[in-house]
């Protein structure tokens, strides 16, 4: 389950402003992440061999959600916001499903549990659920989180499908692929939709 990373540190124009983000090409990405942490710090993941100049495109197309939530993360008590309205959703829900299908699918090689959808919600609260049917559903705002907070949120609600509860039990289910989990639980609470 190793991943290869490349960072680099890169600058773009937006609106007459001089940005800089993080460029993070992994071999796990599937599709183009933005994220903004509650340092105000901006991080574009991406597929490992993806075109810089389709990345920058891209990056001007959201400019104005970037300086909005890059102003807002700057003034606030600690979170990052990401947008929330039905365009997005509709624009996005194909990718959060092909992300969270393929992370499912990842993860649950190593469990082997049976489910029975996994489904693709807009949500302001919740980043996943499980249902006592066997449906894994997931906010479509994981196309905005970095890939390693995607896969605890994956595994988290994959294992309610063992354990549906936050027992002991449940909890060393999650330790199987993410023993860490205590700390991506506290970064992931650094994140809120609005």
């Given at each position: 389950?190793?991943?290869?990373r ?17 460029l ?52 606030s ?9 039905k ?57 905005h989180?970095?890939?390693h ?11 309610h ?34």
């Open positions: 389950m190793s991943t290869t490349f960072t680099t540190k890169q600058q773009l124009t937006l609106h007459l402003r001089q940005i800089t983000y993080t993070i090409r992994s071999t796990r990405a599937r599709h183009m992440r933005l994220s903004i942490s509650h340092a105000g710090d901006f991080a574009v993941t991406v597929p490992q061999h993806m075109n810089l100049h389709f990345i920058e495109r891209h990056l001007l197309q959201k400019s104005d959600w970037i300086l909005k939530t890059l102003a807002r993360a700057n003034a008590s600690g979170h990052t916001f990401l947008k929330s309205t365009t997005d959703f509709n624009e996005q829900k194909g990718q959060a499903l092909a992300l969270a299908t393929e992370r499912t699918r990842y993860f649950n090689a190593v469990y082997q549990f049976t489910f029975h959808s996994i489904r693709i919600k807009n949500q302001s609260t919740r980043w996943g659920s499980c249902s006592k049917k066997g449906n894994l559903n997931f906010n479509y705002h994981l196309v989180l970095p890939i907070l995607v896969d605890y949120i994956v595994i988290h609600e994959l294992c499908l063992g354990e549906l509860n936050h027992s002991k039990k449940f909890w060393a289910l999650v330790a199987k692929t993410a023993p860490h989990h205590a700390q991506l639980r506290k970064e992931l609470r650094t994140y809120r939709m609005c």
